[in-house]
């Protein structure tokens, strides 16, 4: 699919649209959505900016490529004036005091955001249930989960209501809700963009990154939010994103990892098809190399032992006194924990206790420590194997998107569903979802810093297939 951004922009410089025109369809199409991925409408902040296109054009001023250009934003993200609840009861009434760094740049090269979109409080999920605003529902079929935690920013891309989101992925909120409703989201390398003003989830795995409905949108905005940012030390400085030169089968080493694909859990036809496009990418003349992943199932729990310590620490600011909503009590402790008993949804709740748990004295060593030594094991795994192969192609999910109300049934195994996203997070590997080869998609990693081969190997991936 060609860029949506350019066809917009065109038709804005051509005025055979008006910017007002273009944000008013989309604000109304989000207001009367039935997918529940709405948690704010920004209609007069949107309204305001495409008037000041509009004037900017029949001014016959030159506009820039995203200027004009309708986006939503995961409503994890804080932007100045406007709602951040994180899906929560928490912050259902809480103003952003400030604008996140991703935000921000895409403002200030004109793009205009229409909405914050639901998605799992905190991001803690993987359907976008776990939200006070209704379970977000798959663009594709209304009965299935939208996927998670970005799942309301990924059905607004697919249904056409923005035309890209920026969402959050700390074990796979992008990639997997972009699976789940067929479009493209890229995790970049971790610290290529700025979490500033994004809320804390597991800080040493937290990336933002935009969902689109091609590869050219996503190194568009790419090469908007990226770089350093004095707010935090994680980022890097970054060349731009150029993936318009074609890559040459004669020059690619595909890895997989044959554990993963014999995994149990993976549902027959996802194994079936990802097998497929491994025999096409071979007739192609590429070299494919089956790599072992011993222990996959460590990931996971290397993973939540991690998040679980990293979100109870990062929400233990949340008690009342500095932000959100606040319940009364007859003393400062009960009013800590009735605000966060009914602030916090179960799921969040599991987390912290889970988290409180792993960090506290006498388990701190047996659980923390490990999964750090576990981290750092994966890391090495993943560096060992970028030097055999350039690429490591996977599934995005191992199964399709489950029924509406089935996974709240059942936490361990929604954690357990994440198995293929969380290691390359773990990994700060960049890596996109393309929404091609299996029902859910595949999951295209490259090393560290390389998000420009991620991109350029994916568009020969769709060409080859
Ligand atoms: N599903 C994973 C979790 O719940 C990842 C979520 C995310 O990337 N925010 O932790």
Redesign the pocket.
């Known amino acids: 699919m060609a860029s949506e951004i350019i066809k917009i922009h065109e038709k804005l410089v051509n005025k055979e649209i008006s910017c007002t025109q273009l944000v008013q369809e989309k604000l109304d199409a989000l207001a009367k959505n039935q997918y529940n991925s709405v948690n704010f409408l920004l209609s007069d902040l949107a309204l305001e900016k495409a008037k000041q296109v509009d004037a900017k054009i029949a001014e016959g001023e030159k506009i820039g490529l995203l200027e004009g250009i309708p986006f939503g934003v995961k409503d994890v993200f804080l932007l100045q004036g406007q709602h951040a609840s994180a899906s929560s009861n928490f912050l259902k009434n809480y103003i952003s005091p400030y604008t996140a760094t991703a935000i921000q740049k895409l403002i200030d090269a004109g793009a205009i955001p229409l909405v914050k979109e639901n998605?799992?409080s905190?991001?803690?999920?993987?359907?976008s249930e776990?939200t006070i605003f209704g379970a977000v529902k798959n663009a594709h079929n209304e009965e299935l989960v939208g996927g998670?935690?970005?799942g309301g920013s990924a059905v607004n891309v697919a249904k056409g209501y923005t035309v890209f989101s920026i969402g959050?992925?700390?074990?796979?909120?992008?990639?997997?809700p972009a699976g789940f409703n067929k479009v493209y989201g890229l995790?970049p390398t971790y610290g290529r963009v700025s979490r500033y003003g994004l809320m804390a989830?597991?800080s040493s795995?937290?990336?933002v990154g935009p969902i689109a409905s091609s590869i050219e949108d996503i190194e568009l905005v790419m090469n908007v939010i990226s770089g350093k940012d004095y707010h935090d030390q994680t980022t890097y400085a970054s060349e731009a994103l150029d993936s318009s030169k074609a890559l040459d089968a004669k020059n690619i080493t595909v890895g997989y990892y044959s554990d993963f694909i014999e995994n149990k859990g993976l549902d027959a036809n996802i194994k079936k098809d990802f097998l497929s496009v491994i025999e096409k990418l071979k007739a192609k003349g590429v070299n494919v190399k089956p790599l072992p992943f011993k222990n996959a199932d460590t990931l996971v729990s290397t993973?939540?032992a991690l998040?679980m310590a990293e979100?109870a620490s990062n929400l233990a600011r949340l008690d009342g006194s500095m932000y959100g909503e606040r319940a009364n009590a007859d003393s400062l402790k009960e009013s800590y924990a009735l605000t966060r008993s009914e602030g916090f949804t179960e799921?969040s709740k599991r987390?912290i206790v889970g988290g409180n748990q792993v960090l506290s004295q006498g388990h701190a060593d047996e659980i923390y420590l490990k999964a750090r030594a576990l981290r750092a094991q994966i890391m090495d795994h993943f560096n060992k194997d970028f030097k055999e192969v350039s690429v490591i192609l996977s599934p995005v999910s191992p199964a399709n998107p489950p029924k509406i109300g089935n996974s709240l049934k059942d936490p361990l195994a929604?954690?357990l569903?994440?198995i293929y996203?969380?290691g390359f997070?773990l990994g700060e590997l960049p890596t996109l979802t393309a929404p091609v080869g299996t029902s859910t998609g595949i999951q295209i990693t490259t090393a560290k810093k390389q998000d420009e081969l991620t991109l350029k190997f994916a568009k020969f991936l769709i060409a080859a297939l």
């Open positions: 998605a799992d905190f991001g803690h999920g993987s359907t776990n998670g935690s970005s959050g992925d700390t074990g796979g909120s992008i990639r997997q995790k989830y597991t795995t937290d990336c993973y939540y998040a979100t799921e987390r929604m954690y569903s994440d996203t969380i997070s």
